[in-house]
């Protein structure tokens, strides 16, 4: 009877470690950037997450967007981050940087349960990255 039970145990872990990889989990919520100074709010949209900037300190202007005409705009509000397609360990998409008002292709993933790495790559070669801290 206890051979059966871990053979069956045995079996189960097997199947589970063959499975391929899992679904990257759920990066829902609010996130302090890394220096602190800022909060994003990621949510689901489409079939992967966006984030927006709902703090930010002192004025915080788009100062530096491509677009002259939203250069005089709060950073509050402005969505930053497009991640629609699931790439098994976590989203990827495009990031936008107000403090240089340049668009990256970008990728997020959860290292921790409350820790979000952010990418942001130049021709998917010079790559910066944050990690991001979970605050709810």
């Known amino acids: 009877m206890r ?3 871990l053979r069956a145990v045995s079996g189960v872990l097997a199947a589970l470690a063959a499975g391929g ?9 609010l996130w302090l ?19 927006t900037i709902v703090s930010a300190p002192g004025k915080a202007l788009d100062a530096k967007n491509p677009d002259p005409a939203l250069r005089g705009r709060s950073v509050v509000g402005v969505q930053i981050l497009n991640a629609p397609q699931a790439d098994g360990s976590g989203y990827s998409g495009s ?14 993933r959860l290292t921790g349960p ?10 998917s070669v ?3 990255r944050q990690t991001w801290t979970r605050v709810n």
């Open 95 to 108: 990031l936008y940087n107000p403090n240089d008002g340049k668009t990256y292709s970008g990728a997020l």
């Open 33 to 51: 950037t890394e220096t602190g100074s800022s909060r994003v709010k990621v949510t689901p949209c489409g079939g992967g997450y966006c984030g």
């Open 114 to 123: 409350n820790a979000l790495e952010v990418s942001g790559c130049v021709m």
């Open 21 to 29: 990889p899992a679904l990257a989990a759920d990066p829902a919520g």
């Open 3 to 5: 051979r059966t039970v």
């Open 126 to 128: 010079f790559c910066k």
